[in-house]
């Protein structure tokens, strides 16, 4: 599960790894310091985690995406709202 049970051994990278032509942890220091732990749970809504409600959120616009393309080969009925 998506950091249900989070590994007591498993830490974090602290150290940020960018390309040398584009050092952002260079340019911008604060942005990427690394702080708090990882399997630290901060985020909740309606006691869903961020992954949990990320992990929803594709699943519905993967089942949109499906209906749009099993709809594709169906022709859309012309509508005459005018009657002419």
């Not at 310091?33 to 985020?43: H, I, M, N, Y």
């Not at 006691?47 to 022709?75: D, H, N």
């Amino acid at each position: 599960m998506i950091q249900l049970h989070p590994s007591p051994f498993q830490t974090c990278d602290f150290a940020a790894r960018f390309p040398t032509w584009l050092p952002l942890d260079k340019w911008l220091p604060q942005v990427f310091v690394a702080s708090g732990d990882c399997s630290v749970r901060q985020w909740q809504f309606l006691s869903l985690e961020m992954p949990q409600w990320l992990v929803g959120i594709f699943a519905a616009y993967l089942l949109v995406a499906i209906l749009v393309i099993v709809a594709q080969p169906f022709k859309a009925k012309k509508r005459d709202l005018f009657g002419r």
